[in-house]
């Protein structure tokens, strides 16, 4: 044991990695080293052109949220069937799910208003498919687009270092292993103070108007700041950052936000999950709490 480092330093990599036994994490179950289907499933397909399969993750979460801004603006070819997909379970490796997305996570769209049928993958694509198909939530003057497409690019390549480096090893690793946190918590920090700089003096990620690039960042970094996710807002000091903060409260309180983060959800109070969505009556008739009969407790 390293004690300065607080590790164990006795582990010499062998010279092929094998994928030899489970990690014990919180992934173990599903995780692995190869790509392709495990086994034959297909996808449902509901009433509406749009098809998406997801899960309420911060991912997941931002495609919900746009599809009912969207909705909110009167965009009604914006109506969507959501279907779960349990990724504990690795629905993620289903043969159609695959086909869907080959990188086996969510979310995943399939749009049937075209010929042929067209899939998109990747939350950040699937956002831009969407702003484009709908013309909304992207500007069409070039500077501004330029700004709104750097900060949705460097939500897709900054959030693997919160979500997979310091939420994983913060909240999920089987053990506490400070470089690891120490690592992550000093890189997240960094985006964190780059966001709350930027916010200092544009009341969205682009100035007045709210885009895919706030969507893109909300669930994840407002996620952060209002302690929704990891339970790590005390950990990284997140009172600090006021203007991500002020910025985050902002979009919270949004009508469409509190709508899309219901959408695919099947974890937290019952009456805040909507775990599939096929209609915008579902809201008031088909959350978990009317449902599921009530716990004895
Ligand atoms: N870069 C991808 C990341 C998607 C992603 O990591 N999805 C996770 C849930 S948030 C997933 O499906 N995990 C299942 C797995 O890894 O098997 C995106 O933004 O769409």
């Known amino acids: 044991m390293n004690d300065s480092l607080n590790q164990p330093s006795t582990y010499v990599p062998p010279k092929v990695w094998k994928w030899e036994k489970e990690n014990g994490g919180r992934f173990a179950k599903v995780n692995r080293p190869t790509a392709g289907a495990t086994h034959e499933k297909e996808l449902p397909v509901g009433k509406h052109p749009l098809q998406l399969y997801s899960l309420a993750t911060p991912n997941g979460v931002k495609v919900t949220v746009m599809l009912e801004e969207l909705l909110a603006r009167g965009v009604t070819g914006a109506e969507y069937d959501a279907w779960l997909i349990h990724i504990d379970d690795g629905d993620q490796f289903g043969s159609g799910f695959v086909a869907a997305n080959p990188n086996s996570k969510i979310p995943a769209l399939m749009d049937h208003s075209r010929d042929p049928v067209t899939r998109v993958f990747e939350s950040g694509a699937i956002l831009l498919y969407l702003a484009e198909k709908f013309g909304a939530f992207v500007p069409d003057d070039p500077a501004k687009r330029a700004e709104c497409l750097s900060w ?11 979500g997979g480096g310091f939420g994983h090893f913060y909240a999920y690793a089987p053990f506490k292993i400070e470089y690891c946190i120490d690592r992550y918590a ?43 996710a990891y339970d790590a807002a005390e950990f990284l000091g997140a009172d600090s950052y006021k203007h991500l903060g002020r910025w985050a409260r902002e979009v919270d309180k949004r009508k469409a936000v509190q709508r899309g983060r219901m959408v695919n959800r099947s974890f937290g109070p019952l009456e805040q999950q909507l775990r599939e969505r096929h209609d915008a009556s579902d809201f008031a008739t088909k959350t978990q709490d009317k449902i599921e009969p009530k716990s004895a407790d």
């Not at 930027?198 to 990620?205: E, G, I, P, S, V």
Request: hydrophobic share 50%; proline share 4%.
């Open 186 to 228: 000093m890189e997240v920090k960094r985006q964190l103070d780059v966001l709350d700089q930027h916010l200092a003096d544009h009341r969205f990620m682009c100035g007045n108007d709210y885009t895919i690039a706030d969507m893109a960042i909300w669930p994840w970094y407002g996620g952060v700041v209002l302690n929704a």
């Open 152 to 162: 949705l690019f460097w939500q897709m390549g900054s959030a693997p270092y919160l």
